[in-house]
């Protein structure tokens, strides 16, 4: 299977996903469908598949400490350590784990190989390439800001923290485009943000010659979905506009276990392609590469501290094994061992005399 | 090692972010507020669009309006004329104009009336009571329209 | 054996992989002179593995039992219960390529499936078919496959085309290490008997005898002894050190290289010049012919392998009945030492927490393991002016440090040596920084690869740490690579010869040796090679 064939399913799989309650809703009407049921299946989906994958995770023990070590160890006290590269205990971990999950540090030592043949033989540099781990950023916490700041939909009242967020993401108080009637409502920076850096990290993949050979159509397809998504979501906003006081209602009744078919009249389908397609991304989430959310706090080589030498780490299925032991090693040598002068614990029989 | 309490005390509190619009909102009414119209505005019987447009579209069209009025100097506002024009015009740009802006085009009264654009004397003209036409629903959907930064806030009657 | 290319031929690597064949419709191809020879029956049946027969990679049948898929998918699914890393990595990759090019293999063979991602995906696709639904039901087009024949080769191929020097998991960003899938890919091609015959060998050997060449213990005291008469031809010294000797306050266990290969002897008649040094001041230390073997190579063969190996260790320790054990300079030993072993092997509660007998030093950092690094210790020492040193004596070296994967990635030893480089010599140079500490590259021969039939792998593999070599060598005229590590020291004088002539390789020891001043000794004209020194060079020609 080459890239092509890789991005055209996926192609092909977010297209569909898009028809489906296009036809659903905007021919059949099967509103209780895409408005009530499968938004609670994903949502059950998801929380049940992140739950049963973490607690597979956590039924398989870290026989060993591994951790990856990048910097010093902690020995004496005039050589400087590392404390939060090669953490000696739980502060440092817990600060390395907080730069790892919350700034990627691990993806911003990221470099490029530059392989050159020159006269002299081939030359080697590792280029500066920090273009993934500001793209990685900015397509993560730009996700986090735009679901935070749907949030107004979920809460009512509406929590202080959407407000700053939106005032925060909407500071340049302009419209989408400088065309008259679209002046209002104002963009969020991380709308753009995150279609921005989804787009790069597609192009990437099919750019950089590597990354387009180990690409898979399960790489492709999330980032697809998350385009698909986003697009719904501006396209609402700024271009074919529905009654979001129903949409409220309509999610408000959903959290609160009693959705009104009244609000799911009014809405428009654009509105529902939106929800199902959320409702897919997080359904397909635990069985998915999107785990990585959860699976970066496991990792063995970055959760641990490089303590192994001071204190003993057990391996909750060590078992006894067979060695060669050292009354096996002296009775094969013995008398070699006697020859050279080398201490034995037995002393060979000068006869074969019992 | 299995690390088994911090993973599942992990495990809950990332569910207990994910959860928490469940918990947040236990106890509050679902039901969104529903605009209190004036006996003016019911006398009236139609806005200068159909409800479902302007429960979409009514910030769209105060925009445009605001430009139109302040930019071209046109300073009225016919549903009618605006849907025809959005049929005819072939200049795209104004096209996209008509479509975005107040998508008339769909609603077509059956009188042909002219309405004076301006948001204090037409529009708070029958929505004279802001607190409940204007206000509830921007609170619930968390939105603070910069209306008022210009406009004087109408007196409402107790 | 295969003909190894010339540098000029190797040097056309490209590192673009095939724009329309997917990686999955590749099948392998075993080339001569990147794959080591298959393990022998007899070593493999010295220690017990499944499957001993003699067997040839390069044939059609590789002699495999006939269930071999139950076995596999049996001891995968085994390993992903006992083993959280494996679960884990084999789950959250993205694929964002960011280990791609960090790879010595990749960057020195542009063999694409050498890019760590898609040595791990050989088993992840495995992995999706037989475990997860998803790759049940799509197949193909959620990344999964059968196990085949082929597929089993190719596994083979490219696990035994890894260092396991773990550079890809630092930069991983959820830490994903290629190494613990290589080692675990590995534990599963010999529940097959696919081992390569320079692990088994070795491992046979160090089972038995102690070391990894199969010395007898008459032997290897012969060579000690003959290391012993080297340096009284050097500095009129004679030293003394001891074997087997119950009641030393110290175990010493260094790789049996050091014993046996140049240039790691020379490093191995520092350790003795050191040692006797410090007699005076109170050293008591002994060697073990029994434990003669600091490397692992067990742990190139399976966890349970690399235990039965390390055993030995606190074995001979508890036997002699000394207080704690030093070790020698030497790479993966350190990260087994450092993170497996008393896990495997502990806790030896018949040991003491280890302190220097010359400086009253207490070594905090392996209180419970009872293991101290020789390095640690000399440089303790020279902290507290215990050694009296004549760094002058190496002015006929410019020196460069390579970190060795293992103590680097594995354990954060970077400094001490570096602290003890300095102070024993007088030009020093570090690489470029992305090569060196945290980040350093590999020597390409590690984890069991450096054997004579893969050559051409290997001077692949060493191409980006020698080029980082050759830079300060035309830069700064460094003509001496130093490490701590015996498998670099077996394997870099190739690696040099072939990449950058001119430059030698040393352990840390031998230059503290060469400085070390002792009292009554004659006046040195020569390092412990044999060298003039700086200098001297006229008087030798007298």
Redesign the interface.
Known sequence: MNFIVSILISLIAVSILVLIPWIGVGALDLRIIFGVVVPYAALLTFIAGIVVRVLDWARSPVPFRIPTTAGQQWSFPWVKHSRIDNPKGTVGVVVRMIFEVLLFRSLFRNTRLEYRRTEGGPKLDYEWEKWLWLAALVFHYSFLVIFLRHFRFFMEPIPGFVHLLESLDGFMQTGVLPLTGLGVPGVYLTDMLLMLAVTYLFVRRIYVPQTRYISLPQDYFPLFLILALGTSGILMRYFIRVDITAVKELVLGLIKFGPSTESLQGIGVIFYIHLFLISVLIAYFPFSKLMHFMGVFLSPTRNLSNNSRFVRHINPWNYPVKYHTYEEYEDEFRELMVEAGLPVEKQPQPSAEE | ????GK??V??IA??AF??S??I???G??????KPVLTEKAKEAGECVNST?YM???H??L???WR??VVRNDERYYSPRREARMARLDKNL?DQ??HF???GARRYVPKEDKVYYKSLQETCLDCHSNKSKFCDE?H?????TPYCWDCHIQPEEKK | MAKNPKPEELVQIEHKPPLMKGWMETPVELKEGIYCYGAKAKNLAAVEMPNARDWNPAEEDWKLPEDWKEIIEEGFKDRLDKFRSLKLFMDICVRCGACADKCHFFIGSGDPKNMPVLRAELLRSVYRKKFTTGGKLLGKFAGARDMTYDVLKEWWYYLYQCTECRRCSLFCPYGIDTAEITILGREMTNLLGLNTDWIAAPVANCNRTGNHLGIQPHAYKDMIDFFVDEIEEVTGIRVEPSFNRKGAEILFITPSGDVFADPGTYTCMGYLMLFHYLQEQGLDITWSTYASEGGNFGYFTSHEMAKRLNAKMYAEAKRLGVKWIMGGECGHMWRVLNQYMDTFNGPPDFLEEPVSPITGTKFENAKTTKMVHLVEFTADLIRHNKLKLDPSRNDHLTVTWHDSCNPARGWGFLDEPRYVLKNVCNNFYEMPPNTIREQTFCCGSGAGLNAGENMELRMRGGLPRANAVKHVHEKYGVNMLGCICAIDRAVFPTLMDYWVPGVGVTGLHEMVANALVFEGEKERTTDLRGEPLAGMEEEEDV
């Open positions: 090692m299995y690390d088994g993973i599942i992990g495990l990332c569910l994910f959860l619009p469940f947040y909102d236990a509050t009414a679902a039901k969104a507020p479902p429960k979409a579209w910030m769209h105060l925009d445009t430009h139109t740009f996209w104009r975005v802006s107040d629903c609170n619930y959907m968390g939105v």
